[in-house]
């Protein structure tokens, strides 16, 4: 069964710094992609960034945060820097079955149905 359990949130600065973790079990995370995801209250859920064989991050947040993979960990992290208050939202990793060396060109939440509980992050002075 597809498990995931988003760890890291908190609370920063605007500029600050926080690195969010995706820790999966009982997968083999190639086979999946994996993306972050955020809503804050009254808005819509919106894609972060997204990684299959390919990375892709979202404009909102290009240049300020990265995804990555740590095969060894069995963990999907996204690194914030330059934190801005209209980041501040819950969020949240998903994934989707996708196939090994398969790129994924979208990082749209309905394309994926498996999800985590979520993390709050909150940005202010």
């Known amino acids: 069964q597809v498990q995931l359990v988003e760890s890291g949130g908190g609370s920063a600065q605007p500029g600050g710094s926080l690195r969010l973790s995706c820790a999966a079990s009982?997968?083999?995370?190639?086979?999946?992609?994996i993306g972050w995801f955020r809503q804050a209250p009254g808005k819509e859920r919106e894609g972060v960034a997204c990684i299959s064989s390919a990375t892709l991050v979202k404009d909102p947040v290009k240049g300020r945060f990265t995804i990555s993979r740590d095969k060894a960990k069995k963990t999907v992290d996204l690194q914030m820097n330059s934190l801005k208050p209209e980041d501040t939202a819950m969020y949240y990793c998903?994934?989707?079955?996708?196939?090994?060396?398969?790129?994924?060109?979208?990082?749209?939440?309905?394309?994926?149905?498996?999800w985590g509980q979520g993390t709050q992050v909150t940005v202010s002075s």
């Open positions: 009982e997968f083999t995370l190639e086979y999946y992609a």
């Open positions: 998903a994934a989707q079955f996708v196939g090994i060396g398969t790129v994924v060109t979208g990082c749209a939440p309905e394309d994926y149905n498996y």
